[in-house]
């Protein structure tokens, strides 16, 4: 799985997002060790809180499948009327702390536009210092 086919997934994903409120639409796509990809959009709520990122939604459907091991993921966002996003589209902070219950510290988050524009980081990179109690 190349990283501009997991950016695909991501975008093919970002157009189920239910996000009303914000116009703004995020597709993720997450890539598994075992080679296996779990897609996500985000899923918002008239009540806010309950809304539920596509990084999320993602980790959260490979987990119950019973996926432990992830290799990296792909992030897409924008507003919901483009097409593809214009601006790259970091994980929100709860959404890097879910990534850090389950991924080690060389987890690669592809943060994109399009399959040919995008960045690499990693979760020691966006995420320092950050608490697993596990390690304290
Ligand atoms: N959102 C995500 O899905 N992922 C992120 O990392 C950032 C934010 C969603 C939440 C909400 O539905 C919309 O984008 C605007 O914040």
Redesign the pocket.
């Known amino acids: 799985m190349t990283n501009r086919e997991l950016i695909k997934l991501a975008l093919e994903a970002r157009k189920m997002a239910y ?1 009303p409120y ?1 116009d ?1 639409s ?1 597709g993720a796509a997450l890539l598994c060790k075992d080679g296996s990809v779990y897609t996500g959009c ?1 899923i ?1 709520n008239s009540a806010f809180s309950p ?1 539920n ?3 999320r939604t993602a980790f959260f459907k490979a987990v119950s499948e019973g996926k432990r091991e992830f290799e990296k993921i792909a ?1 897409v ?1 924008g507003a919901s009327l483009e097409d593809t996003p214009s601006n790259y ?1 970091p ?2 902070g709860v ?1 890097r702390q879910v990534m850090k219950e389950f991924c080690s510290a060389d987890f690669e988050i592809i943060i994109a536009k399009n399959p040919d524009d995008f960045k690499i980081l990693t979760l020691s990179e966006i995420l320092p210092l950050s608490f697993d109690k596990r390690e304290v």
Request: charged share 10%.
């Open positions: 996000s914000s703004f995020v985000n918002e809304t990122c596509a990084e992030v966002g589209c994980p929100c959404c």
